[in-house]
């Protein structure tokens, strides 16, 4: 969906770097979320957000930290990156309220390869 | 903790032929939505139908419609009158009211001409 983007789309990087995976949505969205999928596994929830002044870790958020720093801004960060989190990382948002709220919108994804 | 089983790691079908998706899920919830995305080789993530627990008619989206059974706790999709654009993992998602969404491991269908 071209109205949430990502970037970079795609990295690589070395063991024990920090680095940043973008997004950024024009849908007016209040709710945002940070996914990572691996082969035969499915999409995992990291961190999810419903607003700037509130996030929430998701089912993996062991070595990842998130930022809000706006309402169509949400970053994720890998403080060390370890080999282990090669995967490809996708944002989506949503709405709170009538309609198709709660329905999630997904970025392109964010290929990352770490070394 | 909610799981979703999604038993079909393959499947393929002939053009213009109807195919059913399986998926189960686990849950203590009564409310809660359930979701089917189609991820194409592009990768990108698009929604193909989804459906609120609370409402008991199945929902259709065109070619695509849902066999919802919440005794069962089962989510089925059924596509028919396949097309070769169609080819792409599907998966099977479960999500609560606190938007804690829960994915399967996704079925690969290939619609062969």
């Known amino acids: 969906d071209a109205d949430v983007t990502q970037t970079p789309r795609n990295r690589i990087t070395k063991t024990g770097k920090r680095i940043m995976l973008e997004c950024s949505q024009t849908?007016?969205?209040?709710?945002m979320y940070w996914y990572r999928q691996d082969p035969g596994l499915g999409l995992r929830l990291i961190y999810y957000s419903f607003d700037v002044k509130d996030i929430n870790k998701g089912e993996i958020s062991d070595g990842y930290s998130v930022s809000r720093q706006a309402q169509a801004k949400f970053s994720l960060s890998l403080e060390s990156a370890i080999p282990n989190q090669t995967a490809l990382y996708f944002c989506?948002?949503?709405?709170w309220g009538t309609g198709d709220q709660e329905t999630q919108y997904f970025g392109p994804g964010t290929r990352l390869l770490v070394l | 903790a909610q799981t979703v089983t999604q038993s079909q790691p393959e499947m393929s079908v002939q053009e213009a032929e109807t195919v059913t998706l399986s998926c189960t899920y686990d849950?203590?919830?009564?409310?809660?939505?359930l979701f089917w995305y189609k991820q194409p080789p592009s990768r990108q993530m698009i929604l193909v139908i989804r459906q609120e627990a609370y409402k008991q008619q199945n929902a259709t989206e065109n070619r695509f419609s849902v066999n919802f059974q919440k005794a069962a706790k089962s989510f089925s999709l059924k596509i028919s009158d396949s097309q070769l654009g169609d080819t792409a993992m599907y998966f099977c998602?479960?999500?609560?009211?606190?938007?804690?969404?829960?994915f399967g491991a996704g079925t690969r269908l290939t619609v062969k001409p």
């Open positions: 849908k007016g969205h209040d709710r």
């Open positions: 989506a948002t949503s709405r």
């Open positions: 849950t203590s919830e009564n409310n809660y939505y």
């Open positions: 998602a479960f999500m609560t009211y606190n938007n804690d969404m829960r």
